[in-house]
């Protein structure tokens, strides 16, 4: 692992998990049920993960264009692959 902060890093139960894209939009049954912005990410040992971020509920609509308050950005979901 390059420990590329390219795409940021989260950090889960004390591991640094590096992220190897932008999270994208995507429905995953497995980790959420529903909708939500996934990642992929390797921590320094090359473990490899996939990060989930549940997407908020919004009383009003949102500006779909502008998905930098999609998501509480600090709380995610994490699974070894």
């Not at 692992?1 to 932008?22: A, F």
Request: hydrophobic share 30%; net charge negative.
């Amino acid at each position: 692992m390059s420990n590329s902060n390219e795409y940021g890093h989260v950090i889960h139960e004390g591991i640094t998990i590096y992220l190897k894209q932008d999270a994208y939009l995507a429905n995953d049954s497995m980790m959420l049920g529903n909708a939500g912005y996934f990642a992929s990410g390797e921590d320094e040992e090359g473990n490899q993960y996939t990060i989930c971020w549940e997407i908020k509920q919004f009383d009003e609509p949102q500006d779909d264009t502008d998905e930098s308050e999609a998501c509480d950005w600090d709380v995610f979901t994490v699974r070894l692959i």
